[in-house]
């Protein structure tokens, strides 16, 4: 595990598509699949980073909370699976299940969608308004394994919160810190 912060995509930057199999439905999920939604919101995580398992049940209450205000959600997982298995689709799948995500859970086995996002971690957090411009990239909130603070999803909270209000999103983000994405070995 390779300590890794966020790359910190311009803010504007308008969603990148993508074409991706949702590992619990088997259905294509595509920026499009939230045309309808004020908002939507790119994670990118995976099962065996201990940053992820620490704010993995959080995810889920997000994707609880906020799915019904109106915000599309979507998680991606990147993870090479030749070098880490463990986080191939069925475990992804399994994942899903046992922590109650009820959003997609999409494998980006290329890794182009991860390249495009710029995203470097996981997890790895991207916030875009109803026009899919990004308007938050950053940290779910300031706990991380060990250092003892709570996970409330805090800092992701107040601009999903933000944009459901149409109130402007803080433009001082902190960068989101975890485990590098395991890119496909050379």
Same mark, same amino acid.
């Given at each position: 595990?390779?300590? @890794?912060?966020?790359?910190?995509?311009?803010?504007?930057?308008? $969603?990148?598509?993508?074409? =991706?199999?949702?590992?619990?439905?088997?259905? #294509? *999920?595509?920026?499009? /699949?939230?045309?309808?939604?004020?908002? =939507?919101?790119?994670?990118? #995580?995976?099962?065996?980073?201990?940053?992820?398992?620490?704010?993995? %049940?959080?995810?889920?209450?997000?994707?609880?909370?906020?799915?019904?205000?109106?915000?599309? *959600?979507? $998680? #991606?997982? $990147?993870?090479? #699976?030749? /070098?880490?298995?463990?986080?191939?689709?069925?475990? =992804?799948? %399994?994942?899903?299940? /046992?922590?109650?995500?009820?959003?997609?859970?999409?494998?980006?086995? @290329?890794?182009?969608?991860?390249?495009?996002?710029?995203?470097?971690? @996981?997890?790895?957090?991207?916030?875009?308004?109803?026009?899919?411009?990004?308007?938050?990239?950053?940290?779910?909130?300031?706990?991380?394994?060990? !250092? !003892?603070?709570?996970? /409330?999803? $805090?800092?992701?909270?107040?601009?999903l919160d933000a944009i459901l209000a149409d109130q402007p999103i803080n433009s001082d983000q902190k960068p989101s810190i975890g485990c590098n994405i395991k890119w496909h070995p050379q």
């Amino acid at each position: 595990m390779a300590l @890794t912060a966020s790359t910190m995509l311009s803010l504007g930057t308008i $969603a990148p598509d993508f074409q =991706l199999p949702d590992v619990t439905s088997g259905e #294509i *999920i595509s920026v499009d /699949t939230f045309k309808d939604k004020k908002a =939507l919101l790119v994670m990118f #995580i995976c099962c065996h980073c201990p940053f992820v398992k620490h704010i993995e %049940n959080e995810l889920a209450k997000l994707g609880h909370d906020y799915q019904p205000l109106g915000i599309g *959600i979507v $998680a #991606i997982s $990147a993870n090479s #699976i030749k /070098t880490h298995p463990q986080d191939g689709p069925e475990h =992804l799948k %399994n994942q899903a299940e /046992t922590v109650g995500f009820s959003f997609p859970y999409c494998y980006d086995e @290329t890794q182009e969608v991860a390249q495009a996002y710029t995203a470097a971690c @996981t997890p790895d957090f991207f916030l875009f308004n109803s026009d899919r411009q990004l308007v938050y990239r950053g940290q779910l909130d300031d706990s991380r394994p060990g !250092n !003892n603070l709570p996970v /409330t999803g $805090a800092d992701l909270r107040a601009a999903l919160d933000a944009i459901l209000a149409d109130q402007p999103i803080n433009s001082d983000q902190k960068p989101s810190i975890g485990c590098n994405i395991k890119w496909h070995p050379q």
